[in-house]
């Protein structure tokens, strides 16, 4: 008979091996919350660049919204043209309702596959769920890579 000890070991092992099978980690999304302040070795800066230049944005290390918190993400057209309507779970939700109350006019800076794609000014606390943000990639990219995040999304769940 096994000992419990070598079980556990054998069933770790089976879950680093089998368990974390090819999840496209390129297409991941991530939100980060900017820090005005805090220790400067628990932050990162994070370059956002697009058509009018690029500026740097230091943000904490640890995403306030990670891809298991990310039900599904949609492109919209508003009234400022097209976004993405990020759909949270019950605890995306929570955290980004909590965020967003506690730090306003601070950013949050919304990653793909660790590089950053947009940037959202917090001007009141999300209380419905969504986070809509503008990515600064051309429109015409913009179905692609909706689709790509959608497929690594269904691929983790």
């Known amino acids: 008979m096994k000992s419990p000890r070598n079980l556990f070991l054998l069933g770790a092992l089976s879950v680093m091996l089998f368990g974390c099978q090819s999840?496209?980690?390129?297409?991941?999304?991530?939100?980060?919350?900017?820090?005005?302040?805090?220790?400067?070795?628990?932050?990162?800066?994070?370059?956002?660049?697009?058509?009018?230049?690029?500026?740097?944005?230091?943000?904490?290390?640890?995403?306030?919204?990670?891809?298991?918190?990310?039900?599904?993400?949609?492109?919209?057209?508003?009234e400022l043209g097209k976004a993405l309507a990020f759909t949270l779970r019950t605890r995306g939700q929570l955290r980004l309702f909590q965020s967003s109350a506690g730090n306003l006019g601070s950013r949050m800076v919304v990653t793909v596959g660790g590089e950053p794609i947009g940037v959202r000014r917090i001007d009141g606390p999300i209380q419905n769920g969504v986070l809509y943000v503008f990515a600064m990639v051309p429109d015409s990219e913009l179905p692609a890579l909706v689709e790509r995040i959608n497929e690594a999304l269904k691929s983790l769940s």
């Open 23 to 78: 999840t496209d980690t390129s297409a991941v999304p991530r939100v980060y919350l900017e820090s005005r302040m805090g220790n400067m070795r628990d932050l990162e800066s994070v370059e956002i660049k697009s058509s009018q230049g690029s500026v740097e944005i230091p943000v904490a290390k640890a995403p306030i919204l990670i891809e298991t918190d990310i039900a599904r993400v949609d492109l919209v057209q508003v």
